[in-house]
């Protein structure tokens, strides 16, 4: 990889990392304060993960399509896998410097079950570039 693509890659990846973020920051605006007190922490984070699902496969398809020329398999992944630890960078520096909690307690403190939605949604976060770029160099 030349250290133009390298550039280009995180770029890319930054982009798409600030894409997820923004729409999870503005789904948080509506959660905490509205659907948590009334519903509970884990009942309002299973409504949110669908609308995250669905920011993921849509801004991983735009930028998978962005990624046409010049970048192979590897680069896009590279992206995603990229944006996808932007992404626990954010949770750690949440956690650890506006929350006072551990390292170990910004992973573990999590619901055992929205939590693992939401591990699931960084791992398609981190794949999403790629697999929705699939099939797409012959059609576009």
């Given at each position: 990889?030349n250290?133009?693509?390298i550039?280009r890659t995180?770029?890319?990846?930054?982009?798409?990392f600030a894409i997820l973020?923004g729409v999870g920051?503005?789904?948080?605006?509506i959660?905490?304060?509205l659907?948590?007190?009334?519903?509970?922490?884990?009942a309002?984070?299973l409504i949110?993960a669908?609308?995250?699902?669905l920011?993921?496969?849509?801004?991983?398809?735009w930028?998978?399509r962005?990624?046409t020329?010049?970048?192979?398999?590897g680069?896009k992944l590279?992206?995603?896998i990229l944006a996808?630890?932007?992404?626990?960078g954010a949770?750690?520096?949440?956690?650890?410097?506006?929350?006072?909690?551990?390292l170990?307690e910004?992973?573990?403190?999590r619901?055992?079950?929205s939590g693992?939605?939401y591990?699931?949604?960084?791992?398609?976060s981190a794949?999403a570039?790629?697999?929705m770029?699939?099939?797409?160099?012959?059609?576009?």
């Open positions: 990889m250290f133009h693509l550039l995180a770029r890319w990846g930054t982009i798409y973020f920051f503005a789904l948080g605006l959660r905490v304060p659907l948590e007190p009334r519903l509970g922490v884990r309002a984070q949110e669908p609308l995250m699902f920011a993921i496969v849509l801004a991983g398809r930028i998978g962005q990624l020329g010049g970048y192979s398999s680069a590279a992206v995603g996808a630890g932007l992404i626990l949770d750690v520096a949440v956690g650890v410097g506006l929350r006072s909690m551990t170990v910004v992973f573990s403190s619901d055992p079950v693992f939605v591990y699931m949604l960084i791992g398609l794949i570039p790629w697999l770029s699939l099939g797409r160099a012959t059609s576009d």
